[in-house]
């Protein structure tokens, strides 16, 4: 062969393609790792791009690869252990890898598959403000096809792995897969600890030649120029490298741009959808959705953000402070000190403010809300524990947090203010929704928290008297001697202008800004304090309701004798399904709610006794079955906006029930149409031809007019709810003359019922005459016991 080392790459992968449809999981690996520790860089950079797309599978979804989001060491022990092992940080796949980075290659992606805002801003010719996109673009040749980034090795293997989470869709079967359980959930977080450490350094790569580093990737010249929009990053340690070329350098400056490449491609693929632009156009109702993300997707970010607060809180409390920057700091604390307000706080804050806007009211929206509290609360993730509360229970969160919340003001602000406005609108009687709730009043409750926060609502709205002098020092970087300090304004000015920036940043200049401790969002706190009123209150009828309906069930019942309650005063919900320990927990998760609400906005139970009030959500004489909220008009009632919400979530309804002559009541579901109409016509005939007699026996004062009257007679008007609360005194009574009624026998409960009987008696041996001879005594006995116990009570009454 003229020229060996280029067929053999061509074989290579055309063998271990066949070994893919021919050869076992296991064996399959055994093979790659022999491969991979055998050939050399140069044949190997062929079968790397084929490597990668057969685990992780294709981007456009067809190929799944090895199923890494479904693949749990509990189902499939064996097949885990061994991917777990080929892909961890320190394992076979990363060796290939580092050395193919070493080797210097390059590998094409397609713009087309990067997120929205990335693709469409790299199509119209302008370089993204992520440092991750800088010097990769390659345009085509003419009469090429689409627009690539020339990727490194270790990139190439990073969007393949991070874009997996997006474009691989879930099989059938994991839909009820565990996402923490599952290998890509686990592999996310063993290579953020693996290169985002929050003790030590930054392991080397595992390469064949020892101690020598890593090269970084080389800078590339695109094509076409680019004009670039926002600010332009370099990367914040491309100049360490870059100028770094002793063999005793630190080798965390040359190994540290993993951890920078890492972290720039998990935040670029997974928040990266929505650019601020496209925010605020889909602030319009018109808008349409670009990109939707799943509950796991929402999960392996929150992962993401819990570490990322334990990685920059493993700072020392030295390398914190201001003063520190004066001093010679390695990469990685530079790093630590910047990966989360600068790589991650923007796109987090518009990918969160799209959730809350377009995320189902149902309870999974708990993955976002979690993720959400998350970031919110870096203490959480610190080394040190915060100072326990006087109580036992609220802990103080220490004035140390006070820059994070400030330059995060939004975050807090914005974000819970569209909290509100979702929690006024979901049914606050599911524990649940209850629960969400609960979680963020406490978190928002912690002593010091809602300081902190007026304290930046403060700084952002003094007035700007100093800010337009320094406008150009907000980017710049000057070198902090003492002569420029002395001449820097007071400092919490400066805290004005950075909470200022962060704002403006997020929102726009022209943003309107509504202050989360002003009186349109205590109006909203007001509405929802109600509302949890209201849940309570509704928690507490429907768990009466229950009980009463229990203890009133009749022995009949059993058989089937007595139907169902056709007028229930309350929808089905998950309380009906979970029971009375659900309807518990929903009380208690809404009465700390409501505690911790008013300790936030200082609500005193004066303000709630004279809200309730004025609500209308004061118990009626019985304590239950409230009317919706409504006015009186001219023609009736009329519902207001919150009694409309009321009905709509199952809160309260009206008591509509049939108010008419019972036989002539609409034929229901569990009766039989013909037969309804049938016994209809049989008991008019008889009522019309014996009417005089049934009269005259009702009329009598002994026991047999009693036992009429019990079976002709029917409650008049009188004893039954009125069709309208209002005007409860114009409706008279209209009693009606004894009559027979044998509608029940058309219901499906009483044939059914009288069929079962009869066959239990068949399997005792007793005919169907004397059966039924039987079940006749038996029915009078019970009619005469409650003939007698229903004129005892008439005589109480009187």
């Given at each position: ?9 061509s ?6 393609k ?63 252990s ?68 020339a ?43 693996w ?23 080389a ?119 910047a ?13 969160l ?43 103080c ?74 406008q ?14 002395s ?22 200049q ?65 309380l ?51 009317l ?11 519902l ?22 019972s036989?002539l009541?609409?034929?229901r ?130």
């Amino acid at each position: 062969m003229a020229f060996p080392h280029l067929q053999q790459p061509s074989f290579l992968l055309a063998s271990l393609k066949a070994d893919a449809i021919n050869k076992p999981f296991a064996q399959r690996c055994q093979d790659l790792v022999k491969v991979i520790e055998d050939f050399p860089a140069k044949e190997l950079h062929a079968i790397f791009p084929w490597l990668v797309e057969s685990i992780f599978g294709s981007l456009d979804g067809v190929l799944i690869g090895w199923n890494l989001r479904s693949l749990q060491g509990r189902v499939s022990p064996v097949e885990y252990s061994i991917a777990m092992e080929f892909l961890d940080p320190g394992g076979p796949m990363m060796k290939l890898v580092y050395k193919l980075q070493a080797e210097d290659y390059k590998f094409d992606f397609p713009v087309s598959y990067l997120p929205g805002p990335v693709k469409a801003s790299i199509q119209e010719h302008v370089v993204p403000d992520s440092p991750l996109y800088h010097n990769k673009v390659q345009f085509p040749p003419t009469g090429g096809l689409g627009l690539n980034l020339a990727l490194n090795p270790f990139e190439y293997y990073m969007f393949f792995f991070a874009l997996s989470l997006i474009t691989q869709k879930p099989l059938p079967g994991a839909l009820h897969v565990r996402t923490s359980d599952c290998a890509y959930f686990i592999l996310v977080d063993r290579y953020l600890s693996w290169f985002l450490p929050t003790e030590g350094s930054v392991l080397p790569p595992l390469s064949s030649s020892p101690g020598g580093p890593s090269p970084s990737p080389a800078p590339r010249t695109p094509a076409m120029p680019f004009a670039s929009y926002g600010l332009h990053h370099t990367s914040l340690l491309k100049r360490h490298i870059s100028h770094q070329t002793s063999v005793n350098a630190d080798p965390a400056s040359h190994e540290i741009w993993r951890s920078e490449t890492l972290l720039q491609v998990f935040v670029e693929m997974w928040l990266h959808h929505y650019s601020l632009e496209m925010y605020q156009k889909m602030q319009s109702p018109h808008a349409k959705e670009s990109f939707t993300p799943t509950e796991e997707h929402v999960l392996v970010v929150r992962l993401l953000i819990k570490h990322l607060h334990a990685f920059s809180n493993s700072l020392k409390p030295e390398q914190v402070s201001p003063s520190a920057h004066s001093h010679a700091t390695s990469p990685l604390e530079e790093f630590k000190r910047a990966a989360v307000p600068r790589f991650v706080q923007q796109k987090l804050y518009l990918f969160l403010q799209h959730c809350f806007g377009h995320w189902p009211l149902d309870a999974s929206f708990r993955a976002v809300l979690e993720m959400w509290l998350s970031y919110l609360q870096p203490w959480r993730y610190a080394p040190e524990k915060q100072p326990q509360g006087s109580d036992g229970q609220a802990r103080c969160v220490s004035e140390r947090w006070a820059p994070f919340v400030q330059e995060n003001l939004l975050l807090y602000t914005k974000l819970f203010v569209g909290f509100l406005s979702r929690a006024l609108r979901t049914d606050l009687v599911s524990p649940k929704n209850a629960l969400m709730v609960f979680r963020v009043a406490k978190v928002f409750a912690q002593p010091n928290l809602a300081e902190m926060i007026q304290k930046g609502e403060q700084l952002f709205l003094e007035p700007e008297l100093v800010i337009a002098h320094r406008q150009h020092r907000l980017f710049s970087a000057p070198t902090l001697t003492g002569s420029f300090l002395s001449s820097w304004p007071p400092a919490v000015t400066d805290t004005s202008f950075k909470v200022k920036s962060h704002v403006y940043s997020l929102e726009g200049q022209d943003c309107k800004y509504t202050p989360m401790f002003g009186p349109e969002v205590r109006t909203l706190v007001l509405r929802l304090a109600q509302l949890i009123t209201q849940a309570k209150q509704t928690a507490k009828s429907i768990s009466d309701q229950c009980g009463e309906s229990t203890a009133s069930r009749p022995f009949l019942s059993w058989l089937g004798l007595c139907l169902s309650d056709t007028n229930s005063s309350y929808p089905a919900n998950d309380l009906d399904d979970m029971g009375q320990d659900s309807i518990r927990k929903t009380d208690e998760y809404l009465e700390k709610a409501l505690e911790y609400l008013c300790q936030m906005f200082r609500l005193s139970e004066a303000q709630l006794a004279q809200l309730t009030l004025a609500m209308g959500t004061t118990q009626d004489e019985n304590g239950k079955k409230q009317l919706p909220d409504c006015i009186v008009g001219e023609d009736g009632l009329i519902l207001t906006p919150l009694g409309r919400y009321q009905i709509i979530n199952g809160l309260r309804k009206f008591d509509i029930e049939y108010q008419g002559d019972s036989e002539l009541q609409p034929i229901r579901s569990y009766e039989i149409a013909s037969l309804v109409r049938l016994l209809f016509r049989l008991s008019s005939t008889i009522n019309h031809r014996f009417a005089g007699q049934m009269r005259a026996l009702c009329s009598r004062a002994d026991f047999l007019g009693s036992f009429c009257r019990y079976h002709l007679m029917e409650p008049g008007l009188a004893d039954k709810h009125l069709l309208s609360p209002v005007g409860q005194g114009r409706v008279a009574s209209r009693a009606r003359g004894p009559r027979l009624s044998l509608r029940f026998l058309g219901s499906y409960r009483t044939l059914l019922s009288l069929l079962l009987a009869f066959f239990v008696a068949s399997l005792l041996r007793i005919g169907p005459l004397p059966f039924a001879l039987l079940l006749v005594l038996g029915y009078f006995l019970y009619a005469a016991a409650m003939t007698l116990l229903t004129e005892q009570g008439k005589l109480h009454q009187l």
